[in-house]
């Protein structure tokens, strides 16, 4: 789960990071109050969606009086932001950040992610800050400084030291960053999040160290602990389909082919996409029903499907393990006969109750194309997407 930057200021703000001083507005005047309360001569207008490259797309600008600030949030607001992350279509901006600006000294880069390779938490520094780590990564890797740490020992001094030496800082700078990376490990921790990047973390030319930005990501699944948490959750940044999905229990990604996809359980989903791949076709979504799927989440899945105009033919491929092939059976009879789905269904079916399924289709009087292998259901599904069924 996603939070907007100012949500994750507010985090960090408990956790004793030093964040800039910041308001939300949703209207130019709340924006003009907000930058009056603020005071100083100039402060930053940024736009609230769930993507990055904000910047880069006209989303976040410097103000230098409180009328100014006003002017610039009545051009933000309702604008539909593009950036690398949002695609062409752009995302609605309904909310802005109005944050007191700073004197710059250094840019740098600072993340917090897990390393499931290592099984530890990776803290991540870089001197160049403002720059999407992607690419720093690609052109000079050696300018990222990566410190592992044991989640049974947790963070320390020597920890602190040496991402500070990493990053060119002085002794000052060190200690102040001790306060600052315990607080923002403490939250990463104890929040249970996914993802903490900070980019651009600044040095002031006071010696201030501060998160300019902030970008947290939370475990989806550690959710039921931190109730204070998804109520921080703005569906209207989410995928609608997706968002429907989740309330079903349902993991739904869309893509941008015209095969949709309904498999049980994530590795075969994945390897589902995969094989439909290899056989020249292009997924329209990941669609996991999991592994206590009834017939209702069977034929609401259906529905998120079709929901997708792109869709042209749909793969269900079921391994009955804890999930039983004849209430998927039942399921995808429900959904064909509320629906009327048009498009071609290929179905496999193995495992658990698999002939009991496969009988309940055969006497239900649809027109379904069976398989019995992932290869031949994914040759069959490519082929009947491409009209040649």
């Known amino acids: 789960m996603n939070v907007h930057e100012y949500q994750a200021k507010e ?10 001083t910041g308001f939300l507005a949703t209207t130019p005047e709340e924006a003009e109050a907000a930058a009056k309360k603020i005071g100083g001569s100039i402060v930053v207008v940024k736009a609230q969606i769930h993507a990055g490259g904000r910047g880069k797309g006209g989303g976040v600008k410097l103000a230098k009086s409180p009328s100014e600030a006003k002017t610039l949030a009545s051009q933000i607001l309702g604008m539909q932001l593009k950036t690398h ?160 999905a989740s309330e079903w229990d349902l993991s739904y990604v869309g893509l941008d082919g015209s095969i949709g996809c309904m498999v049980n359980g994530a590795g075969l989903a994945m390897a589902t996409l995969d094989v439909i791949a290899l056989q020249g076709g292009t997924p329209a979504n990941f669609l996991d029903v999991g592994g206590d799927a009834t017939k209702e989440r069977v034929a609401k899945a259906f529905s998120l499907i079709l929901s997708d105009p792109k869709v042209k033919a749909i793969l269900v491929n079921i391994f009955g393990g804890i999930v039983r092939c004849d209430l998927i059976a039942e399921g995808i009879i429900a959904a064909a006969k509320e629906l009327a789905i048009q498009v071609p269904v290929v179905v496999r079916l193995q495992g658990t109750n698999s002939e009991q399924g496969r009988k309940l289709l055969d006497q239900s009087g649809l027109k379904l194309i069976s398989a019995e292998t992932l290869q031949e259901a994914a040759e069959k599904v490519v082929a009947a997407s491409k009209g040649k069924a």
């Open 11 to 20: 985090l960090m703000r408990e956790y004793g990071v030093a964040v800039p």
């Open 85 to 244: 992350q949002t695609g062409p279509e752009g995302m609605l901006v309904r909310k802005v950040y109005v944050e007191a600006g700073c004197e710059i000294a250094r840019e740098l880069y600072l993340g917090i992610v897990l390393d499931r390779a290592t099984e530890k938490f990776a803290i991540m520094a870089s001197t160049e800050g403002g720059m999407d780590i992607e690419e720093v990564a690609a052109k000079t890797p050696e300018k990222i400084h990566t410190v592992l740490i044991d989640p049974n020992v947790g963070l320390q001094d020597f920890h602190v030291r040496q991402i500070g030496f990493g990053l060119g800082l002085d002794t000052a700078g060190i200690a102040t960053l001790g306060k600052f990376l315990k607080g923002l490990y403490r939250l990463y921790i104890e929040k249970d999040a996914s993802i903490v990047e900070i980019n651009p973390l600044v040095v002031t030319k006071g010696g201030e160290i501060l998160a300019l930005d902030g970008k947290l990501n939370f475990d989806d699944n550690a959710l039921f602990r931190h109730p204070e948490i998804e109520a921080l959750r703005d569906k209207d940044e989410e995928n609608p389909t997706e968002a429907e």
